[in-house]
């Protein structure tokens, strides 16, 4: 199987463009954000601090997540319950960083990454693919932006969906997150020594896209 991975901070793009050039190739796409955003969502609900450690642990044995794949899009299920909208909310960001934190979360979700990279052409998107999901993929990219496009980009995307937010709060949100996701002890967002650094912050959607493609391209072809 062929799998490429792509990690990076928020809003740097990964998501889109890994969708796209997932359809072009007739790849999956996997966001493996969204296994943390369902285990953060899952605290929430149940009223549990997404920093208590014993707390979530101990919900853990109560969580069920899967990810299913329907015509190629990504369903996130909590416990039988398709949860790829609720997941999407402000607050499941800051609950999935802050879970994301805590080892048992990280090992719990592991496997689940591993499988579904075992059995299917995928690009995978995330945190720790490069640097511990998948050492071994065929290509590592480490997508970034300035964090003034990437809360940009974040704000157009909300407000296209009608949501009433500001620029100003995004980018304090964006900061505190990749701060938090940069410094934990345990698998922090960092370039793979392997992986190859992609500054989106002055390319179109097109010229990203165009690009990754044909460096897929360049290692299937050999
Ligand atoms: O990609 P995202 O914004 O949906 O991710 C939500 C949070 O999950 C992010 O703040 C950090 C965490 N995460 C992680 O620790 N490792 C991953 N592979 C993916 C996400």
């Not at 998501?15 to 969502?41: C, K, M, N």
């Not at 899009?73 to 499941?92: C, F, H, K, W, Y």
């Not at 980009?153 to 500001?166: N, Q, T």
């Amino acid at each position: 199987m062929i799998n490429i991975a792509i990690d990076g901070p928020g809003g740097a793009g990964k998501s889109t463009i890994a969708r796209a050039v997932a359809a072009e190739l007739g790849f999956i796409y996997v966001d493996t954000g969204a296994l943390y955003r369902a285990v953060g969502l899952n605290a929430l609900r149940h009223g549990i601090d997404t920093r208590n450690i014993d707390g979530i642990v101990k919900m853990l044995d109560e969580t069920d997540v899967s990810l299913s794949f329907i015509d190629g899009e990504q369903r996130v299920m909590l416990n039988g319950e398709d949860v790829s909208t609720a997941i999407r909310l402000p607050e499941a960001s800051m609950a999935a960083s802050n879970v994301s934190a805590i080892p048992a979360v990280r090992q719990f979700l592991f496997d689940l990454q591993r499988k579904i990279a075992e059995e299917n052409n995928c690009l995978m998107d995330g945190r720790d693919i490069g640097s511990v999901v998948l050492p071994n993929a065929d290509l590592k990219l480490f997508m970034t932006a300035s964090p003034e496009t990437r809360a940009q980009r974040r704000f157009d995307e909300l407000k296209a969906k009608g949501e009433d937010v500001k620029y100003s709060e995004i980018l304090d949100e964006l900061n505190k997150r990749d701060y938090q996701d940069s410094h934990r002890e345990i698998a922090p967002l960092k370039q793979a020594e392997d992986a190859i650094l992609f500054d989106t912050s002055d390319l179109s959607f097109d010229e990203v896209k165009n690009k990754l493609i044909e460096m897929v391209k360049e290692k299937i072809d050999g």
